[in-house]
């Protein structure tokens, strides 16, 4: 039996990465445009941009989870780097990801600990997990970054 989805959303976009991209019921719209790095007016977001402020939200409730779990309500931040790669393989791209993990006032070893479980834990680790290189890192956590 497969899994019954808890929540389904959907995007449309216009333009690929020179055009739009919105919600069908517009609460979000935003302009799409290629990186002035890769030829384009880099007047919008480019869609490295939206997966990592997605997968950076996502893995930071992943992080959360397991905050809650063992009772730690210290401080937490992720920085989540998505890197855009030549793909030797045909000639196209792929991606690479970063990720940061500072928990205010914890050893590295125990934000590595939670960092690993929460990577195998959170939607957008899985759905990557194998297809992306992925760094996970403990950081110090710095107030107001």
């Known amino acids: 039996m497969a899994d019954k989805p808890v929540y389904t ?9 020179n055009g739009e991209s919105h919600t069908p019921d517009r609460s979000y719209e935003v302009n799409v445009d290629t990186p002035k790095k890769m030829g384009g007016d880099g007047n919008g977001t ?9 997968y950076s939200a996502c893995y930071h409730s992943a992080l959360d989870h397991y905050k809650s779990e063992k ?3 210290n401080k937490s931040q992720v920085t ?3 890197h855009l790669l030549k793909d030797q393989a045909d000639g196209g791209f792929k991606l690479s990801v970063e990720i940061e993990v500072g928990i205010e006032d914890m050893s ?16 957008y ?5 194998g297809n992306i290189d992925v760094k996970i ?3 110090p956590y710095v107030a107001g970054k």
Request: hydrophobic share 40%; glycine share 4%; net charge negative.
């Open 9 to 17: 959303t959907a995007a449309v976009n216009t333009g690929a990465r």
């Open 108 to 123: 590295d070893a125990d934000v590595q600990e939670l960092a690993e479980k929460a990577h195998h834990y959170c939607p």
């Open 71 to 73: 009772k730690i309500d």
């Open 137 to 139: 890192s403990a950081v």
């Open 46 to 54: 480019n869609p490295e941009q939206l997966f990592a402020l997605g």
């Open 80 to 82: 989540l780097t998505v």
């Open 125 to 129: 680790s899985k759905a990557t997990m």
